[in-house]
């Protein structure tokens, strides 16, 4: 009948929002965010999906204890997951779409080592430690572009950094590492409010092809978790393997669990050793004008980090160079995508509304007044490279101590209201349907 037509095509017309203009100094088009990234049968739909659509979520506020207690407080716990997570695991390895290979090993200062007869350039690993390239994975920008991001934020280096950025009118893209978000919440929502794009860097910045499946999925598991749960439900698109290290299997988890795209690099500034004197200032302003008198196809993706005030002293001076160089400049993620997130064009967009994300710790269950978080599961789980099921038995996910500092070592290494976003277009739908149902009995 005429009427139902008319019912179904309301959320046609809902879905067909404009865009919401960034200030992004380049020109490249996105898409109108009316769909999620993956298709509509990825995993990550069910990790994250609420039952009812909706961008009015409540989510904890940021830098709360409420908020912080439902993550691990350093390396997390296999036996804690959400048990979505563990699903979405052992569907893609029973589909063969996780890569059976083993997992790598390394000592301090070294790269990690493959058992004898793998080949770390051979198809079957491709480790990204050994430069191999995996068709799908990001090493170079759009032609003429310098795409900018920063690894290891928040830090007590990005203020500094951010004050920068917003006196040049430049978006970054920020690989955060989880437990740093945990620690600086307000540097977190400071950078994310200036309207940059947020991806992920792991929850502790492991080598991430010496851990197992399960390792793979918690480390990058809970910072698409805490990075959803922190910027209005915007499910991150990219992640950045810490050291580079990743490989066929690590990022086919990535991609097939939580629907994360591996992002890398094509000059390394080595800035990260400032302090150690592993390099210096001159040497990394010397490299730069190298790299930006070369061939401007493909662009650059320079590995540079908020990590210290000499780290972000050395992107300063860069910056003098790029523009003159006849380089154009970008957020990262804005130029390798045709959005920031999932399921929004950036931070300054609206969450579609068929797409919106629920909160998964919801599963985990509070034991104490003290805020410990224990998860009970019963099910099998894909705990290492080889496929091997075991059983998850009942643990626990203690409150967050100060992890961040050990973390900034090892790679050297006031709260706002949280964000509420609401689709500006559901108005306009309801009162549609008002209209609808006003004029129901003519309609039939």
């Not at 790269?111 to 430069?131: F, L, R």
């Not at 990394?284 to 061939?295: A, C, M, R, T, Y």
């Not at 006031?414 to 509420?420: E, I, K, M, R």
Request: with cysteine; charged share 15%; net charge negative.
């Amino acid at each position: 009948m005429l009427w139902h037509r008319l019912f179904f095509a309301f959320p046609l017309a809902h879905a067909a929002r404009f865009r919401v203009p960034h200030d992004h100094s380049h020109s490249v088009e996105k898409r109108l965010p009316t769909s999620w990234y993956q298709p509509e049968d990825h995993p990550v739909h069910a990790l994250f999906k609420r039952d009812q659509p909706t961008d009015g979520t409540n989510y904890p506020q940021v830098g709360t204890p409420t908020w912080s207690s439902a993550y691990p407080a350093s390396s997390p716990d296999v036996n804690a997951l959400p048990q979505q997570w563990v699903d979405a695991l052992n569907d893609a390895v029973e589909a063969g779409n996780i890569p059976n290979i083993p997992q790598s090993k390394n000592t301090p200062n070294t790269n990690p080592v493959y058992p004898m007869g793998y080949n770390p350039n051979g198809a079957e690993i491709c480790s990204a430690t050994y430069k191999c390239r995996i068709p799908g994975d990001i090493w170079d920008a759009p032609a003429n572009y310098f795409g900018i991001s920063f690894d290891d934020g928040p830090t007590e280096a990005s203020p500094r950094l951010l004050q920068f950025l917003e006196a040049h009118n430049q978006k970054a893209t920020h690989f955060m590492i989880g437990v740093n978000i945990i620690e600086n919440p307000q540097l977190f929502l400071d950078i994310f409010h200036a309207g940059h794009d947020i991806a992920v860097h792991t929850w502790t910045h492991p080598y991430m092809t010496t851990l197992s499946n399960l390792e793979v999925v918690a480390q990058l598991g809970w910072t698409t978790e805490l990075i959803r749960n922190s910027t209005g439900g915007r499910v991150p698109r990219y992640w950045r393997p810490p050291y580079g290290d990743s490989d066929m299997r690590v990022r086919s988890i990535a991609k097939e669990v939580f629907g994360l795209e591996t992002v890398l690099w094509n000059h390394d500034t080595e800035d990260w050793s400032l302090t150690s004197n592993g390099t210096t200032p001159q040497i990394i302003h010397d490299s730069f004008v190298q790299w930006l008198s070369g061939p401007k196809d493909p662009g650059l993706i320079t590995l540079e980090h908020e990590l210290s005030d000499m780290s972000v002293n050395a992107f300063m001076d860069a910056w003098t160079l790029i523009g003159p160089a006849g380089w154009q400049t970008a957020s990262l993620a804005s130029i390798i995508g045709d959005s920031t997130y999932q399921n929004s064009d950036d931070s300054d967009s609206p969450v579609t509304a068929d797409s919106a994300i629920a909160d998964t710790t919801a599963a985990l269950v509070p034991q104490s007044s003290s805020g410990t978080q224990a998860h009970q599961s019963q099910t099998t789980a894909s705990d290492s490279s080889s496929s091997t099921k075991v059983v998850l038995s009942t643990s626990t996910v203690s409150p967050p101590a100060s992890a961040a500092s050990a973390v900034a070592q090892s790679v050297q290494t006031s709260h706002a209201a949280p964000l509420v976003l609401r689709d500006p277009s559901y108005a306009t739908f309801s009162i549609c349907i008002a209209a609808l149902m006003a004029t129901f009995p003519i309609l039939v």
